[in-house]
């Protein structure tokens, strides 16, 4: 068990990518960035707490691709599962900071960086099972879809921009819950976490 906190670099890699996160939604929770729309005429308003959701899923996808191969072939322990704890550990840690912070701050949009963590890291564990190299920058590449193309007018984000809409929308919520635990269930068969 040692031994695989050490392989996975638990502590020195993912410990200080969740305080990143806590600090990235509870100070940056009101800064906005202006980005280039591609689909309308106008200019993509992104507030910078949409981006915080990468920071965890890139340090789980770092921590999950630390690997030593031979020690965990002849392990009786069961890695997998090991993997999946770490995981639902650091994303329910990610999510219940959000809540936390947006329970005292009173702003939504925290609200949403904790319901994007769960999409995100579900999309990145799909993507990681199907090809090890695209862990990390699947996530990356679904935000910046999402921030380019993801609005049909300023402020009306598309059906499938998920990360983008409203903390309110209930349906939104549980589509990232089943992508979430979806990417568990392919995550934890995945031969990259064998």
Known sequence: MILWIRARRAFPVLVPGLLAFLAVITVGRQENVLLPGLTNSGRNQVQLVHFAPLIVTSTLAYCLAQRLPEAELTTVRRIRLLDVALVTVATTLAVSASCLVAGITHTDLVYEAGRNTLFLVGLMLVAGALHPQAATP?????????????????????????????????????????????????????????
Request: aromatic letters at 14%.
């Open 138 to 194: 699947a996530p990356v590449a679904w935000v910046f879809a999402v921030m380019f193309a993801g609005y049909q007018d300023y402020d009306r984000p598309w059906i499938w921009a998920v990360t983008l809409h409203p903390a309110h929308i209930v349906v939104t919520a549980c589509l990232c819950l089943l992508v979430f635990a979806a990417g568990l269930v392919v995550g934890g068969r995945s031969p990259r976490s064998s």
